[in-house]
């Protein structure tokens, strides 16, 4: 993954001399998921995970199993404006992770605090939506996703085919966007990189690319999984935002979280009776040579600040879009 430099993603001031601590905040505004695998909870163990501190807005309540989401409620947008207003008042936040808000009146609001504190930059993921049959709901939410919010946006995560069909409806040519066309569509809209997942390649492989209207910057392709999940591209959009925070140029921050959300995948579990959800604490399990004897024991888990993997394990990132719906 090319490395690009740090000027072009704004960072928030530095902490004062009278802050009782220096932890890297990021703040999410997302959807309350009572099985974990999405929504703040996913965003919140990812952050702790990459050594950030969370701090989190609920902006709409999904009923939901491990296998599809049945419906949402969004949270009144002047609670939103409450939640996230209050903490920005009383702490310094680093970056700023968008992912389903479940309204247009939270995202209006939301765009309004993005761009009262414009040093702050702002990661947005886009999930598949497709569950979301409510007549002209969706529509009317990602046109003021995309004339609010993408303005606001220094880089853009989504599934190839989920940012395909947003950003390129009208697209007539026989052969699929790429991640360099993906961008242009999202230039105009003025975010400046895009992180494009999911896209299939010979061999059971999926590539992965962070793309500006110019040039591709970088590349990562992982091994298919043979299985499905829940949440893995809410991971990976957490995850970049807190390793930029925390000082990464994007290059680096981008093949990080790649690689990152390839364990979790590859030590995934299944809590239920649907799909698989990432483990993204994998690095605080056992392993397999630490589990104790036969006796009983069990080993002490491993370090929180234990390195990630200079290179990609061989089984990799699955980010189709079953990733968020059944």
Known sequence: MADLSPAVIPTAPPSTETEANNAVCIMSFNTLDATGALGLTADSLTIASVGAYPVTVACCIQ???TNRIFSHSPVDDELVADQ???????????????GFVGSTANISTIAGICSDYPEIPVISYMPDLSWWQEGDALEEYLDAFEELLLPQTAILVGNHGTLARWLLPDWTSERPPTPRDIAKA???RDVAYVLVTGMAQAGDFLDNALASPETVLGSSKFELFDAEFVGAGETLSAALAALLAVGDDLGQAAQEALEYMDHCLGSAFRPG???LIPDRMFWAQP????????????AAPASSDAPLPDSPPTAGLSLDDNDQHH
Request: proline share 0%.
């Open 63 to 65: 009923i939901s199993d």
């Open 84 to 98: 996230a207003r209050t903490v920005l008042e009383d702490m310094a936040v680093q970056a700023i992770k968008i």
């Open 186 to 188: 999202a230039e105009a």
């Open 273 to 275: 009776m649907g799909r």
């Open 287 to 298: 392993d397999d040579e630490e589990e104790g004897d036969a006796a009983g024991t069990t």
